[in-house]
């Protein structure tokens, strides 16, 4: 597959996650529209576990396609366009993306059907896996070529996935090449093909309807909680756009160390650190140390041979008077955990966890 695994993007937000790719020539992001659907700003992910922050520019519900603007360097070569590619019924196919949020994933199958017509529109008909997860991500030919977009729209297909063809996406593609204002939102007329940037009823263009789509406009709301996180993050400076995994759940690197935040059973909130490995010998002055109440109001603890330091509080601790103290104590959990990973490897023979950023750097 070469290195076409470096144009392959996991997609991040407060509702889950999905997948995405770069098309170098017109320096776009694509991915499915209900990957992204209530975001302005979502996170973008290599396989490196780099993330980038990303713009929705424009969206077309219709066709369940969206167009990202990214504006880092994403060091990748891009995903190949090859507009005369024609597939064709038991053609090989290669799906890939992040199925289940797991990591960078190519699953194989053979093209069922390429001119699938489904709810109106046509669509690629494939017997390779498709998961949750994986839309928005490519589907290629064995040239690494891009032959179709993965969709999930269809959940009750069974052993069947789906991909919107090439020839939508280059429609699309013709679009965002008209756009200049990278910063603004815009949801297309599938009608007409008029950028539409505000929540209308009718089309200003060719007056079609566009009632049913007027939930493009919709952001979609935090929970209390994930408000309160956020601005922890916010003030610790880590960008909580760039640490979103999921409902409720944030997962990214301060230093060396991977954080996760998470709710357990919607009672208490939860921020731990996998730290280090344990050494290989000579564990007692280490379980000494562990046992000590060193770190309060933080914990050590040891699971599955690794070192953890967490922070547990009641979720309504978080909105009564121990607010700011709570929000204090998670910024200052990151910074404890960027300290403790060095000191054990220092001190006790300890080292990095496969979580740590300066390990996947180093492989």
């Not at 790719?21 to 700003?41: A, L, M, Q, S």
């Not at 999921?246 to 996760?260: D, K, Q, T, V």
């Not at 403790?340 to 979580?355: A, E, G, I, R």
């Amino acid at each position: 597959m070469g290195n076409v695994s470096e144009s392959i993007f996991k997609i991040n937000t407060a509702a889950g996650s999905g997948s995405g790719f770069y098309v170098k020539e017109h320096d776009v992001i694509i991915t499915n529209y209900h990957v992204v659907d209530g975001n302005r700003e979502v996170s973008v992910e290599n396989t490196r576990k780099e993330r980038y922050l990303a713009n929705v520019v424009m969206v077309n519900p219709v066709t369940d396609l969206a167009f990202l603007k990214c504006w880092d360097s994403l060091n990748a070569a891009g995903v190949r366009i090859n507009e005369e590619i024609v597939p064709y019924g038991r053609d090989q196919i290669f799906v890939h993306g992040f199925p289940f949020g797991m990591p960078y994933t190519v699953t194989q199958g053979i093209i069922s059907a390429p001119d699938q017509l489904m709810d109106g529109r046509h669509y690629l008909q494939t017997d390779a896996a498709v998961n949750p997860g994986n839309s928005g991500g490519p589907m290629l030919n064995h040239s690494d070529e891009l032959v179709a977009v993965t969709t999930s729209k269809f959940n009750n297909a069974d052993n069947v996935g789906f991909g919107i063809p090439l020839k939508t996406v280059m429609e699309e593609l013709d679009t965002w090449s008209s756009i200049t204002d990278y910063t603004s939102y815009s949801l297309k007329c599938d009608s007409c093909g008029a950028l539409i940037s505000e929540k209308v009823e009718y089309c200003n263009s060719c007056g079609s309807n566009v009632d049913t789509r007027v939930f493009a406009f919709e952001t979609q709301q935090l929970s209390k909680i994930a408000v309160f996180v956020e601005e922890a993050l916010a003030e610790a400076g880590t960008n909580p756009v760039l640490a979103r995994n999921g409902a409720n759940l944030w997962e990214f690197h301060h230093g060396s160390s991977l954080i996760r935040i998470f709710l357990f059973k919607n009672n208490y909130l939860y921020v731990t650190s996998p730290l280090n490995e344990l050494p290989k010998g000579n564990l007692e002055p280490l379980l000494e140390y562990l046992l000590k109440d060193n770190v309060n109001p933080y914990k050590l603890g040891i699971f599955k041979d690794t070192i953890y330091v967490s922070y547990r509080v009641a979720v309504t601790d978080a909105f009564s008077s121990k607010a700011d103290d709570i929000k204090k104590n998670i910024v200052g959990l990151l910074q404890k955990a960027d300290e403790l990973d060095d000191f054990f490897v220092d001190n006790y023979n300890c080292k990095m966890t496969s979580f740590s950023k300066i390990v996947e750097n180093q492989l």
